[in-house]
């Protein structure tokens, strides 16, 4: 068990078209559909203050796919593919490309998560260009447990992982989040992805942890 | 391959590099082949009984290793879920669907129903009752075939023309349901290569239709032109725009006419959906594009049976050539057994009541604006509706079902309408008022209500 934690976290998933994100994914996933032919983007930003590698952020974009249960297990909330992971420190990406095969940003992100009021905001930048501003008014939730699941790949295989949060939770349908993009690359990556800038389901979390289980191979990857 | 070029760095997202097939391990075989469309993805819910951390979008996709494996999930969920709330969507009426209800499980009275599409109250009506059961003593309970083979009947023939003559439209075809009639029509006239659009709230029916006929399938921001616009805009080739007349889970309108002049700025064809329009709506009951003064820009008009008529059924009205065409390729309708003759017969009668008593419509309209004020007085929320469908907002997925009941204990039968049926927390009931509703019936329902979301701390 790998645990981090977290002051707080902001989520946001927006509509994008589905052949869209079936590229970024390896064969044997597929984008859950929010409607037909629009699968779900997700922006996750976290601001962990405890973990193995020591305090820092992180900024993740990721693809939402139907997470995988056996019979036996329990069924997890939803399961993402990250593919971009960018964070603030240099060991908290080696750490995350090493122990969950993640696909991290080889350059140290600015990731600020900021409160006033019941506003959430979220600014990323690389070398003080800013990437993204991601905007959501959710006030604090109740405590909540919820398992997500993970998955990953290298070269030959498909690997997924358990994750346990636990912490304060909040979200809403409300369409009162906002997301401002910049010229940056990365921006314009999502830009072109986004049926609409509006996010269509916002998350906060506060104080709370990550649990990851261990990392499974989920299956093999022939070329 | 992807790739993010960075300001300062280029990052490789080489999936097909690294994954470009794959296959099970042993022991841990995994969920392949397309993706099914989901009205919502999975994604957390609120907070409460561990149950309700989920909801019926978490079970629609495949997971596990064998396709039934969902279903053990689900039925663990299921066992705590049903009797939670989700058993009132399997509510058992023990009466006619009239403005009164018996559901002896729930009340012994007889309860205020608020949940029917009996908008213009003809499915009791006596004259309607008997058309229908002369069309079963005449035809039998059955068509027993294909309306292109051996199932057309006369009465179809002639409830066809009405309807046709109806709408003042050449012809007219009708089809064993609403949502046949548009997964035939869409599936029919678009395919691959061609560009299809609608609203992100059109029925499932629209959207089957549209991932049935392989189009490029585009959606714009729920009554929001400009949206429709921009996904006109860039549109290659044939195109088809499917709307509804009124939204049935708010209760809005669409902006035809707006609508209508981006059609025919970018070369699309307009097919409305009036299932909750059409009889209800315009001087002569044609649907909101008769309201609106647009019936011509209109190219293909759907509509129901089983609403303002009362019955069961869906047809469209268009051009001759449109019909002949449908009646050959639209594979619901083809495929289909004919709708059974007594309810032809009864549809019949139902719709020259409709066509000649324009009291029944104004009827209705008096009676949703004694509703709506009633509503508002108790300082209930009914969002946007302009129509016969008024919500009343409740806001509070984990409630509402206990509400319902609440609601039904005092008297009033609605249907709790909750995600993924509607946004998350925007959980609603959705009252449907008839002409067949007694003014005073409507006030006290709204007081009951009132009285019931005030005691649950929601209304003003």
Redesign the interface.
Do not use: Y
């Given at each position: 068990m790998t645990r981090y934690g977290f002051r707080q976290a902001v989520g946001a998933f927006f509509v994008a078209e589905t052949r869209a994100l079936s590229r970024y994914l390896p064969a044997g996933l597929f984008p859950l559909e929010a409607r037909p032919g629009c699968g779900v983007l997700a922006i996750t930003a976290f601001d962990f203050v405890d973990s193995e590698v020591g305090p820092y952020g992180e900024l993740v974009l990721s693809v939402v796919v139907p997470p995988w249960a056996g019979r036996d297990e329990e069924l997890p909330e939803t399961a993402f593919f990250p593919f971009f992971l960018g964070t603030t420190t240099e060991v908290s990406r080696e750490h995350a490309r090493d122990r969950w095969l993640l696909p991290a940003h080889d350059v140290c992100l600015s990731i600020d998560i900021t409160r006033s009021g019941v506003d959430r905001r979220v600014r990323a930048a690389e070398h003080g260009e800013e990437i993204l501003s991601l905007t959501t008014p959710l006030p604090a939730g109740p405590p909540s447990t919820r398992l997500y699941q993970c998955f990953s790949a290298d070269a030959g295989s498909l690997h997924r992982v358990g994750i346990q949060v636990d912490g304060g939770f909040r979200d809403a349908e409300e369409e009162l989040g906002r997301l401002e993009l910049s010229h940056h690359g990365l921006a314009r990556e999502i830009a072109g992805l986004l049926e609409d800038d509006i996010p269509f389901r916002e998350q906060a979390m506060d104080a709370g942890e990550q649990r990851f289980g261990e990392l499974e191979k989920h299956m093999e990857l022939v070329s | 391959m992807?790739q993010?070029?960075?300001?300062?760095?280029t990052?490789n997202?080489d999936?097909a590099k690294?994954?470009?097939?794959?296959?099970?391990?042993e022991g841990?075989?995994?969920?392949?082949g397309?993706?099914?469309?989901?009205?919502?993805?999975?994604?957390?819910?609120?907070?409460g009984p561990e149950w309700q951390?989920?909801d019926l979008s978490?079970?629609r996709?495949?997971?596990?290793?064998?396709v039934f494996?969902v279903q053990?999930?689900f039925a663990k969920w299921w066992a705590r879920a049903k009797p939670g709330g989700y058993d009132l969507h399997d509510l058992a009426i023990h009466s006619a669907p009239d403005v009164r209800v018996s559901i002896p499980r729930e009340s012994q009275e007889r309860l205020i129903n608020l949940a029917s599409y009996n908008y213009l109250g003809l499915s009791r009506r006596r004259e309607v009752l008997e058309a229908g059961a002369a069309a079963l003593g005449r035809y039998g309970l059955g068509a027993a075939g294909s309306p292109c083979l051996s199932g057309l009947l006369s009465v179809h023939e002639e409830l066809a023309s009405e309807l046709a003559a109806f709408h003042g439209k050449e012809a007219a075809m009708l089809f064993p349901s609403g949502y046949s009639a548009n997964v035939g029509v869409i599936s029919t006239l678009v395919g691959p290569g061609d560009v299809v659009v609608t609203d992100?709230l059109a029925h499932a029916s629209i959207?089957?239709g549209?991932?049935l006929s392989k189009a490029d399938?585009?959606?714009f921001?729920h009554n929001d032109p400009r949206s429709l616009e921009r996904k006109l805009a860039d549109a290659k080739g044939r195109k088809l725009v499917v709307i509804e007349g009124v939204y049935s889970m708010d209760g809005d309108i669409a902006p035809l006419a707006e609508i209508a002049a981006l059609c025919r700025r970018y070369g699309a064809r307009l097919m409305v959906d009036e299932a909750h329009s059409a009889f209800v709506y315009g001087p002569r009951g044609r649907g909101l594009s008769e309201h609106l003064g647009v019936t011509g820009d209109v190219d293909i008009h759907l509509g129901t049976l089983s609403k303002s008529l009362g019955a069961m059924g869906g047809y469209v009205v268009g051009s001759r050539g449109l019909i002949e065409y449908l009646r050959a390729y639209a594979r619901s309708q083809v495929f289909s057994c004919a709708l059974a003759p007594a309810v032809v017969g009864g549809v019949l009668a139902a719709l020259r009541i409709a066509a000649r008593e324009p009291e029944l419509r104004q009827r209705l309209w008096h009676n949703v604006a004694v509703m709506r004020d009633a509503l508002t007085a108790e300082g209930v929320d009914t969002g946007e509706s302009t129509s016969q469908v008024i919500p009343v907002m409740v806001r509070d997925d984990a409630s509402i079902a206990s509400i319902a009941r609440e609601l039904m204990a005092d008297g009033v039968y609605l249907n709790p309408i909750r995600y993924p049926a509607v946004?998350?927390?925007?959980s609603r009931f959705r009252v449907s008022i008839s002409a067949a509703h007694e003014p005073s019936e409507l006030k006290k329902a709204a007081a009951i209500i009132g009285r019931v979301l005030r005691r649950r701390g929601i209304s003003a």
């Open positions: - | 992807q993010i070029q960075f300001s300062g760095s990052m997202i999936i690294r994954t470009p097939q794959a296959r099970p391990i841990s075989p995994c969920r392949t397309p993706q099914l469309a989901s009205e919502s993805p999975s994604l957390p819910a609120e907070t951390h989920k978490h079970f996709n495949g997971t596990g290793a064998d494996d053990e999930h992100t959207l089957d549209c991932v399938l585009r959606l921001r946004k998350r927390h925007q």
